[in-house]
């Protein structure tokens, strides 16, 4: 007889995070993997009696967790060198806002991309996503950024997606031309967003390169007009939106993206009512980045409870970038979303599954259900809390599967 599946994991603490049950915890679980998909789950005495003789390859788990394959839906992860230096700046009293007006912050990391090829900046960024992984993702949005030309933006994304195909991980490309002003357009803004919005998106997102399209919408980036200049192209585009929103001040960035039915907004310190009621009707995810608050020594907190009263999907990534936020591992931003922001550990770890696939629009994975993507992050614990409480190691995942494919936690 054919074996009906290609794979069959049983004896399994299932972190389904479908429903409203806490984890959507099946105990004594089992789970069947077929073509790339899960084929059937849930409770092991509810197997077809023949189960054995239907599977290829038969795993008896020990009680481990199983959750859907980890999402990080922000970060900027192709770059070139980094800023340890500012950290000391940093730690030496200046502020983010400090170091970028003196010309440091994403600006100094522009001119080491800018001066990387495209060959250079996949080898820095691969070890990057080797740490992700090691640390239970298997889908990674990045975002370009740092080039603020036609070329770099163009060669950013294009690492990303050569990352996707390396590591057969999805990687989600956002187009974030609108990150910083860069050195040659400081006496001419308008001509800058001019150049983004009429040349620079048009082309890459001619070339297959862009899957959605973000600004950093803040006193130190790009105002409210001039993100609605960029968000009116991407829509032109049928590209959908999203917006560094609220970071360090109140911009209204949060009622902008949710007027465009944006995917997220995100980071949202200094979030408003008034922007919680508009993500809440147009159903725009809260993506909370603890790694930058963390960083910044922030102290303003996101308005989690507000957030939770009006329903807004909360949503937690690493937002891993040279400067505010060089942080490797989703899990330990879970960890940080429940110990800085006071999210309850089935709440974290929502945020970087069903909760991080809405920022992405990715309808095909975030929970483990029949016919969902079959990627999958066994763990060497016996409870899903244990996944934000431990902090640091890599003694966590023992497994990843990847479109069904299974490969061992060192990647
Ligand atoms: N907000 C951030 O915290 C990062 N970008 C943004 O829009 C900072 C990026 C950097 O400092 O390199
Ligand atoms: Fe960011």
Request: some cysteine; proline content about 5%.
């Amino acid at each position: 007889m054919t074996p009906r599946w290609d794979h069959l994991l049983t004896n399994a603490t299932l972190a389904t995070f479908a429903g409203d049950a806490p984890y959507g915890l099946i105990e004594q679980g089992a789970i069947a993997l077929h073509e790339g998909r899960i084929a059937w789950i849930g409770p092991q005495r509810a197997l077809p009696a023949d189960v054995a003789a239907q599977a290829s390859q038969v795993e008896n788990l020990g009680g481990a967790v199983v959750t859907p394959g980890l999402i990080d839906c922000h970060t900027h992860l192709v770059f070139g060198g980094n800023r340890a230096h500012e950290f000391d700046m940093r730690l030496n009293g200046a502020t983010y806002e400090e170091i970028a007006r003196a010309g440091g912050g994403i600006v100094s990391t522009v001119k080491a991309t800018r001066e990387a090829s495209e060959d250079e900046l996949f080898a820095q960024t691969l070890p990057r996503a080797h740490a992700l992984m090691s640390d239970g993702a298997t889908t990674l949005e990045i975002k370009s950024g740092y080039g603020l030309d036609l070329d770099t933006e163009r060669r950013m994304l294009r690492v990303a997606r050569r990352l996707g195909k390396a590591l057969g991980i999805t990687v989600r490309t956002t187009f974030l031309g609108l990150h910083a002003l860069p050195p040659e357009y400081r006496d001419n803004r308008d001509g800058y967003v001019t150049l983004m919005c009429d040349e620079v998106l048009p082309a890459l997102a001619g070339e297959g390169l862009v899957d959605a399209v973000d600004t950093f919408c803040e006193t130190i980036g790009f105002t409210p007009q001039e993100t609605r200049r960029v968000f009116d192209r991407a829509t032109q585009l049928g590209l959908p939106v999203k917006l560094h929103a609220e970071q360090l001040s109140d911009l209204d960035g949060a009622a902008l993206v949710a007027e465009f039915q944006g995917l997220s907004a995100d980071h949202l310190e200094y979030l408003s009512e008034n922007g919680i009621r508009a993500m809440a009707e147009a159903g725009t995810v809260a993506v909370l980045l603890p790694g930058a608050f963390y960083a910044l020594r922030e102290t303003k907190l996101p308005p989690i409870a507000s957030l939770r009263r009006h329903g807004v999907a909360m949503a937690v990534a690493t937002d891993c970038n040279p400067g505010t936020s060089p942080l490797l591992s989703l899990r330990l931003a879970a960890g940080m979303a429940c110990t800085l922001f006071r999210l309850t550990p089935e709440e974290a770890l929502r945020g970087v599954t069903v909760h991080a696939a809405k920022a992405l629009g990715l309808s095909d994975r975030g929970t483990l259900e029949v016919e969902k993507r079959a990627d999958l992050a066994v763990w060497n614990v016996k409870q899903p809390a244990e996944l934000c409480y431990w902090i640091g190691g890599n003694q966590a995942l023992r497994k990843l599967f990847i479109a069904g494919a299974s490969q061992p936690a060192n990647g």
